[in-house]
């Protein structure tokens, strides 16, 4: 089965910068797009970006587009968001997921990871 671990999360400043990381493992076959969401406390699972592996067409949320960017990196199976100009309604954990066809519905990725957070202060 597919195993998904974020990393990178932390504290930082406001107008600050992060790097998360998801390290995928395990060997599934109908695994097509991944995706970054993210959750605040009392508040759903928020769509941030994902990417078509294949093709590496990437979808972003208006919330978070031109302060982040979302890579690939085939030879270590990793999944990386480049989080820039960081504002503090940022905040939340951060989940890496992946699943079978196009979506900013969680309910609709078969793989999670356990969420790494991220908290930015003003």
């Known amino acids: 089965q597919m195993q998904l671990v974020e990393s990178g999360g932390g504290l930082v400043q406001a107008g600050g910068s992060l790097r998360l990381s998801c390290a995928a493992s395990?060997?599934?076959?109908?695994?097509?797009?991944m995706a970054w969401f993210r959750q605040a406390p009392g508040k759903e699972r928020e769509f941030v970006a994902r990417?078509?592996?294949?093709?590496?067409?990437?979808v972003y949320a208006d919330s978070v587009k031109g302060r982040f960017t979302l890579s690939r990196d085939n030879a270590k199976n990793t999944l990386d968001l480049q989080m820039d100009s960081l504002k503090p309604e940022d905040t939340a954990v951060y989940f890496c997921?992946?699943?079978?066809?196009?979506?900013?519905?969680?309910?609709?990725?078969?793989?999670w990871g356990q969420g790494t957070q991220v908290t930015v202060s003003s």
């Open positions: 990417i078509h592996w294949s093709s590496g067409y990437i």
């Open positions: 997921a992946a699943g079978p066809q196009m979506s900013r519905l969680p309910g609709l990725y078969d793989y």
């Open positions: 395990g060997r599934t076959s109908n695994v097509f797009y």
